[in-house]
T-cell receptor, first 114, second 112 residues
Framework: KAGVTQTPRYLIKTRGQQVTLSCSPI?????VSWYQQTPGQGLQFLFE???????NKGNFPGRFSGRQFSNSRSEMNVSTLELGDSALYLC?????????????FGPGTRLLVL | TQLLEQSPQFLSIQEGENLTVYCNSS?????LQWYRQEPGEGPVLLVT?????EVKKLKRLTFQFGDARKDSSLHITAAQPGDTGLYLC????????????FGQGTELSVKP
């Protein structure tokens, strides 16, 4: 069974631009969660989608948004990029409830904002 | 506000030594997970603990959940260079709406 895939793996953007990251969960998994990982703040929860609905949301500004498609694939979008958005963005999928069931993480997308 | 405190942040030891990583909170966890992350990869789940006082073993790794379910520890016996990586604890809290809260992580380096 293929693991969680994330594209692109690396991305360089400039301040003010917007970016879209993609995540394909493990086949059969309906929950997709997104996290931001930085050296200073560690791993922080962005949001979770289940069956195309946002089920949980972290404490991030409205510039961070996401969506999930009917095939469970998910995208997250960051608009008006800031230098502080430079981070590793991780996606994780699980069968049902994240935290109760095992989450499987993708390798992440490393975003650098210049 | 960081709900989960993990310590130490960095640990550099020699092969064969033992070590313990701690994860503490002032709030009660409904469950707690330990992950290991290697460079260029996402975290991989090692264990989930749910019951207060629970002890789980995974080869040379021993995981303990505090009786009050506010703390947990990871003990590695006879560390090996292959244990090198970032160890993360993540808690599911009753009052956080099902969101996993991660600790800052412990960067472990085991030198041969």
């Amino acid at each position: 069974k293929a693991g969680v895939t994330q594209t692109p793996r690396y991305l360089i953007k400039t301040r003010g631009q917007q970016v879209t990251l993609s995540c394909s969960p493990i086949s059969g998994h309906r929950s997709v969660s997104w996290y931001q990982q930085t050296p200073g703040q560690g791993l922080q929860f962005l949001f979770e989608y289940f069956s195309e609905t946002q089920r949980n949301k972290g404490n991030f500004p409205g510039r961070f948004s996401g969506r999930q498609f009917s095939n469970s694939r998910s995208e997250m979008n960051v608009s008006t990029l800031e230098l502080g958005d430079s981070a590793l963005y991780l996606c994780a999928s699980s069968l049902g409830v994240a935290g109760v069931e095992t989450q499987y993480f993708g390798p992440g997308t490393r975003l650098l904002v210049l | 506000t960081q709900l989960l405190e993990q310590s130490p942040q960095f640990l550099s030891i020699q092969e064969g030594e033992n070590l313990t990583v701690y994860c503490n909170s002032s709030s009660v966890f409904s469950s707690l997970q330990w992950y290991r992350q290697e460079p260029g990869e996402g975290p991989v789940l090692l264990v989930t603990v749910v019951t207060g006082g629970e002890v789980k073993k995974l080869k040379r790794l021993t995981f303990q959940f505090g009786d009050a379910r506010k703390d947990s520890s990871l003990h590695i016996t006879a560390a090996q260079p292959g244990d090198t990586g970032l160890y993360l604890c993540a808690g599911l809290f009753y009052n956080q709406g099902g969101k996993l809260i991660f600790g800052q992580g412990t960067e472990l380096s085991v030198k041969p």
